[in-house]
């Protein structure tokens, strides 16, 4: 057997990430409980009804990420909840997040806790939710409460979750609430969700000395099908600005670039100390003067390539190496926030945590500063739009029953936190065919 292992820096964080909609239960304070109910909204009907029942049972959780080995999790907190009405604060929800926080710290488990994922209380929907600019005002004032409440159990927050992919799905796609398609209007709920952003950050700094603020930002590839094809590049192009560098270059570099406008950001400059990647996959893009309305590209997966569960993509572990080299550019800590596939039968799942923990690791030898991994997710949970169609758990629910049970991956898992590494044993005991193509010969 060959002998090669890969071993990850002391002290790296080995998490699961999950947020508060898609695994408490009962939300039903939220835009998107309200979207749930409407008929045709999520696939084949699903509802998130009791999700993984994690906000009555969270020791569940909590115990079978320790059981695990696992010393991090990124899990949000839910506004909702929070503030039930304008102004309104539930101090019971915020004493349950205390205690919740205080039970991962109690076994061991540092939170990274997320302000916002997806989720808006009812009454900013009602007030035109990211598009009513008052949100940045109502964001601060929740915040404030949150960074009070949960200061004593963690230092590490992350204020938005995926704002490109919040403004793209709600006001884009149309398949996220609140359902629109305005390209209008998709670059300013960006360009608002930003400026909350870079006021949290600063509100969090002015409550917290030792405070460590950053965003989830979703990367995701856009390849020209034809790499010498000058118009599949520019509408690959196009496609990264709009969905990838708008956001980075706000939050880093303070300029708005198009699509989102053009011009100064400038108290947006700088506003991270750390920043969250999350990785999943990559579209190849081709010119097409027909799609107008796609800005003349189609966008497809490579057919060479393995495609994911539902349509979700094509495995590209390469881009999460891709992805971690062009993030190390801004010179700050990077945490991996969220990486995963859905694999229902888990038949793919080992072989691309092991390739996408592989190209990280290659990262760290190129010093690119990963601080942490968490794995989308511990549990399947409620996928959006999807529903529970698609399965991205180390560990199967029965949202019916609460029934749970581990995949293989979530051994695998276990093992690879445990040992800080990817041995060549794990590689031979759960994707033996990468052993030719990881080890050295
Ligand atoms: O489930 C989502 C998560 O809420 C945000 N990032 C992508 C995940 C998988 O689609």
Known sequence: MPEATFHFPPNFRWGVATSSHQIEGNNTNNQWWA???????????????????????????????????????????????????????????????????????????EPLVTLHHFSDPLWLTEQGGWLNVNVIRYFIRYVEQVVRALGEYTNLWCTLNEPNVYSYMGYMAGLFPPGKQDMRMTFAVLRTMLQAHAAAYRRIHRLQENARVGLAHNLRFFDPLRPHNLLDRLVAWVRDMGFNQTTLQAVWNGWWVPPAGFGPALTLRRTLDWLGLNYYTRDLVKFDPAAKADFFAQTMHDPQAEPLDGGYGELYPQGMYRALKQLARLG??????????????????????????????????DNVPVQGYYHWTLTDNFEWAEGWTLRFGLIELDPQTQRRTPRPSADLYAAIAQSNAITPELLDAYAPELCKVLLPS
Not at 338 to 360: F, K, S, T, V
């Open 35 to 109: 979207w749930e109910q409407q008929p045709g909204r999520i696939k084949e009907g699903h509802q998130s009804g009791l999700a993984c029942d994690v906000w009555q049972h969270p020791e569940i959780e909590f115990d079978r990420a320790a059981a695990m080995g696992l010393n991090a999790m990124r899990l949000s907190v839910e506004w909702s909840r929070i503030e039930v009405a304008p102004g309104r604060i539930d101090t019971a929800a915020l004493d349950r997040y205390r205690e919740m926080l205080k039970a991962l710290r109690e076994r061991g488990i």
């Open 332 to 365: 700050i800590p990077i945490y991996v926030t969220e990486n995963g596939i859905p694999d229902a039968d888990d038949d793919q799942r080992p072989r691309a945590l092991l390739l996408h923990l592989h190209q990280l690791w290659r990262a760290l030898q």
